[in-house]
């Protein structure tokens, strides 16, 4: 999970609690474990606070940063989630699911051209992932309707 071990709340010098009121019991790998489980049960505005504290405590960490992309996206935070998705490209051009989440959350924002960019990359990058074929046919269906 980490580089340097799952670390402590109280292991980060500057940590500010107020921004996120009290802080969760455990560490980031706690948090993040907890995050993935609260997303699988569909409670993805849980999964965002306790999944946005561990992206502040180890924002390097791939990881961390796609579950937070998913409970943004499935709060609705689709900004917030294609920023999210797209620094996860920038670092590995060769994520696939990081480019289907920034293909579907372009899609949301209406940038249908981006989103089939990034959706006929994860579609070839998976060609045998149909979540992905059937993204990129609809933002395509959609780009076609608009002409």
């Known amino acids: 999970m980490s580089r340097q071990g799952p670390g402590r ?19 980031v790998y706690e948090w993040y474990t907890r995050g993935l489980e609260l997303l699988r ?14 992206a502040e405590a180890e924002p390097w960490s791939h990881s961390i940063r796609e579950a937070l992309a998913r409970a943004q996206f499935g709060t609705r935070q689709f900004g917030a989630a294609a920023e999210s998705f797209e ?4 670092e ?11 293909g579907l959350s372009l899609s949301r924002l209406g940038d249908f051209e981006g989103a089939a960019r990034h959706l ?8 045998e992932n149909e979540d992905y074929a059937k993204a990129l046919r609809h933002a395509r269906a959609t780009l076609a309707f608009r002409r």
């Open 9 to 27: 709340p109280e292991d980060s010098p500057g940590d500010d609690p107020g921004e996120h009121g009290a802080s969760p019991e455990g560490g």
């Open 87 to 90: 620094s996860i490209v920038e």
């Open 120 to 127: 006929a990359l994860a579609a070839a990058m998976r060609p």
């Open 41 to 54: 049960a569909g409670s993805a505005g849980a999964a965002l606070q306790l999944l946005a504290r561990a």
């Open 92 to 102: 590995e051009p060769a994520e696939d699911y990081a480019r289907f989440g920034l």
